[in-house]
C-alpha cells in the first residue's frame, strides 16, 4: 500500500474517523478536566559558605565547591530525615513517601540557587510545604551533617531564602491545552488504525476509491442498482427519455473520449468483470443500443460461451450463432440477427461449444473479429468474467479495447486485484472501469426531470430476425 492507498482508505471512511477524533478528543479533553487540580509552589535559597574571606579568589572556589555538592543537598529534600518534621510541623495526613512524590528540589544551572517546589491541591498548603521543607533543610544540615572530631558542630554552609513561596493562583494541572492536543493526536491515530482495520476486513469493493487501489484505469460512468438495468430490453430501447438511459449515453460518450479514433481497431470494444453478476452483459447491451440509437452500424456479439445470455435478454434464438460461425457451419447471414433498428445485429453465442477457449483463441474467431472491425462503426464483445477465463485478455491483445464493469457491493478486492495484475503481466490496458450497482445520487430539483417513455419498452420486446451482414446490410 502506497500513500495515495492510504489516503484512498482514509477518505472512504473518513465520516467515522472524524467520529471517531471528535469522541477521543472530547473523551480526553473531559477527563483532563475532570482531575483535582493541582498547584506548585516553589522557594528560593541561597546556599553560601560562612566565611568572612572578602578575596575574589577564594569566593571563587567556596563558590565552585558548593556547586559540587549541590546535587547532595537536592537529594536531602526527599529524605524522612527532612520530610517527617515537615509533616509534624504542618500536620499532614499523609506518609513521607506521599509527601516525597510532590516535592522537589533542583539546582539552579552552575549557580549555587536551590529551587525547591511543593505540590498540592491546596494553594495555600503548596507554599506551606514549600518553606517549611526549605526550613527543615537548612536545619538539617546546620545543626546534624557537619562537626569534627570532637563532636562539635562546625558548619561551613550557610541558607539563606532569597524568594519566599506564595500561594499561587493558578493550577499547573491539569493542562487542558495539551490534553486536547493528546486526545486529538491519539484520536487520529485510533482512526486510522480502526479505517485500515476496517479497510482490511472489508473483501467487498464499496466505492471508487477502492476501485483505483487496484487500477490507474478511468471511471467512464455509474450505474445504478435499478430494475429497469435488470429487464429483457436495453433501457434505451424500454425507456429513452429516462435518466438511466442518460447515463447509459454517457458512457458511450466517455468511451469515446478514452479511446482515440485513430487507434486501431478502436472501433472493437471487449466488456468484462472480475466475477459474474456484476453487470458486464447489461453494459454490453445497453452500449451497443446507444449507439445505435445515433444511427450507427452496430453489432453485438455474445463471446460469453461458457454462460451466454444475451440472446436470452433480448429475446433472440441461441440455436445459431458465434460458434456456428466461427467452425464454419453457418455463414454470417444466417448467424446474425437484427434487434430494434436495422443498424443494430446481434451474433448469439449459438450452440455449446466443448472448448470455448480454443475456439475463442482460434485464427478464424480473431480474423472475423477482424473484418467485423471493418464491417461496423462499433462491435461490442461480451466476454465470460476474468476469474473464469481470459478470452478478454485475449481479444484486447490483439488489438480490442477492454472495458471492466465493477459491481459495487458485489465486486470483491482479491478478484479485481487478480485481475488487474493478470492484466498488467500482458501489458492489457483497461480503457475504462464502469461502476454497477452504484449508490444512486440525490437529484437536485433544479436539474431536468426525466419521463418515462411508455412505449419505448415495447419496441425491443419482440424477437429479432435475420440480417444481412456487412457494410451493404440494410
Do not use: C
Amino acid at each position: 500500500m502506497n500513500i495515495f492507498d492510504l489516503l484512498n482508505v482514509l477518505k472512504k471512511y473518513l465520516l467515522l474517523e472524524l467520529a471517531i477524533l471528535v469522541v477521543v478528543t472530547g473523551g480526553v479533553t473531559w477527563a483532563v478536566k475532570s482531575e483535582t487540580p493541582v498547584y506548585t509552589a516553589s522557594t528560593q535559597v541561597f546556599v553560601r559558605m560562612q566565611t568572612q574571606s572578602t578575596d575574589l579568589g577564594s569566593v571563587n572556589n567556596d563558590s565552585q565547591a558548593i556547586q559540587r555538592q549541590m546535587s547532595t543537598y537536592t537529594s536531602l529534600v526527599k529524605t524522612e530525615s527532612v520530610l517527617e518534621p515537615v509533616i509534624e510541623n504542618l500536620g499532614l495526613n499523609m506518609t513521607t513517601e506521599e509527601l516525597a512524590a510532590n516535592v522537589a528540589a533542583a539546582a539552579n544551572g552552575d549557580t549555587t540557587l536551590m529551587t525547591i517546589s511543593a505540590n498540592s491541591s491546596d494553594p495555600k498548603e503548596a507554599a506551606q510545604i514549600a518553606n517549611e521543607v526549605a526550613t527543615t533543610l537548612n536545619n538539617l544540615i546546620i545543626n546534624n551533617l557537619y562537626t569534627d572530631d570532637g563532636g562539635k558542630l562546625t558548619t561551613p554552609i550557610k541558607f539563606s531564602v532569597v524568594q519566599k513561596a506564595y500561594a499561587p493562583s493558578k493550577p499547573t494541572s491539569p493542562n487542558v491545552k495539551s490534553g486536547a492536543f493528546k486526545g486529538a493526536l491519539a484520536g487520529f491515530v485510533l482512526a486510522v488504525i480502526v479505517a485500515l482495520a476496517l479497510n482490511f476486513m472489508d473483501k467487498k469493493i464499496r466505492q471508487i476509491a477502492d476501485i483505483q487501489m487496484y487500477t490507474k484505469a478511468p471511471v467512464i460512468g455509474n450505474l445504478p442498482k435499478n430494475q429497469l438495468l435488470a429487464g429483457s430490453a436495453p433501457v434505451i430501447v424500454a425507456q429513452p427519455a429516462g435518466a438511466i438511459a442518460e447515463d447509459i449515453r454517457r458512457v458511450a460518450v466517455n468511451l469515446s473520449f478514452v479511446i482515440p479514433k485513430d487507434m486501431t481497431k478502436g472501433n472493437l470494444v471487449v466488456v468484462s468483470s472480475g466475477g459474474p453478476n456484476e453487470g458486464k452483459s447489461t453494459l454490453a447491451m445497453n452500449l451497443a443500443a446507444a449507439y445505435a440509437e445515433k444511427g450507427e452500424k452496430v453489432l453485438l456479439i455474445d463471446a460469453d460461451l461458457r454462460k451466454p445470455s444475451i440472446g436470452q435478454y433480448l429475446g433472440i434464438s441461441d440455436a445459431v450463432g458465434l460458434t456456428n460461425l466461427a467452425t464454419g457451419q453457418v455463414g454470417a447471414d444466417l448467424a446474425i440477427q437484427r434487434y430494434w433498428k436495422e443498424n443494430f445485429h446481434v451474433l448469439p453465442a449459438g450452440k455449446k461449444s466443448p472448448n470455448p477457449s480454443l475456439l475463442l483463441g482460434s485464427k478464424t474467431m480473431l480474423a472475423l473479429l477482424e473484418q467485423f472491425a471493418h464491417d461496423y462503426d462499433h462491435v461490442i464483445v461480451d466476454t465470460s468474467p476474468m476469474d473464469v477465463a481470459n478470452d478478454a485478455a485475449i481479444f484486447a491483445k490483439e488489438g480490442a479495447k477492454l472495458v471492466l464493469v465493477v459491481g459495487q457491493n458485489v465486486a470483491t478486492k482479491k478478484s479485481l486485484r487478480g485481475v488487474a495484475a493478470e492484466l498488467e503481466m500482458v501489458n492489457v490496458p483497461v480503457m475504462g472501469v464502469v461502476v454497477n450497482y452504484a449508490e444512486a445520487e440525490k437529484r437536485s430539483k433544479s436539474k431536468y426531470y426525466y419521463y418515462a417513455d411508455a412505449e419505448g419498452g415495447k419496441a425491443g420486446v419482440g424477437k429479432g430476425r435475420r440480417k444481412e451482414h456487412g457494410k451493404n446490410a440494410k
